[in-house]
């Protein structure tokens, strides 16, 4: 069994950052994918980034493409979700989720695993 723990949500001001983290532990195989995903209120949950943890390759949905970073801290068994230069848009529950595999990164359905979500509030 997986076990994904996010952290580091919060309130900021429109232009500001944040980062989340996801803490991934438990049983994991060596293809894997991490995605973050977001819901925002009344709205369907929303792929934002994944990351391949063999072979380290990323993606990045276009709406957060320039403005979010992606990245992992193998030690740690961790993945970060940097948010900088955030707009009132970018609010939303955000989850970490893991998938087998690469293929398909960007469908929650495929996801096995999820994060509790963390809420990331930006004002105008």
């Known amino acids: 069994q997986v076990q994904l723990v996010e952290s580091g949500g919060g309130l900021v001001q429109a232009g500001g950052s944040l980062r989340v983290s996801c803490a991934v532990s438990?049983?994991?195989?060596?293809?894997?994918?991490v995605g973050w995903f977001r819901q925002a209120p009344g709205k369907g949950r929303e792929f934002v980034a994944a990351?391949?943890?063999?072979?380290?390759?990323?993606v990045y949905a276009d709406s957060v493409k320039g403005r979010f970073s992606i990245s992992r801290d193998n030690a740690k068994n961790t993945v970060y979700l940097q948010m900088n230069n955030l707009k009132p848009e970018d609010t939303a529950v955000y989850y970490c989720?893991?998938?087998?595999?690469?293929?398909?990164?960007?469908?929650?359905?495929?996801?096995?695993?999820w994060g509790q979500g963390t809420q990331v509030t930006v004002s105008s």
């Open positions: 438990g049983r994991t195989f060596s293809d894997y994918t």
């Open positions: 990351l391949r943890w063999s072979g380290g390759s990323i």
């Open positions: 989720a893991v998938k087998l595999y690469w293929r398909d990164y960007a469908r929650d359905e495929d996801y096995d695993h």
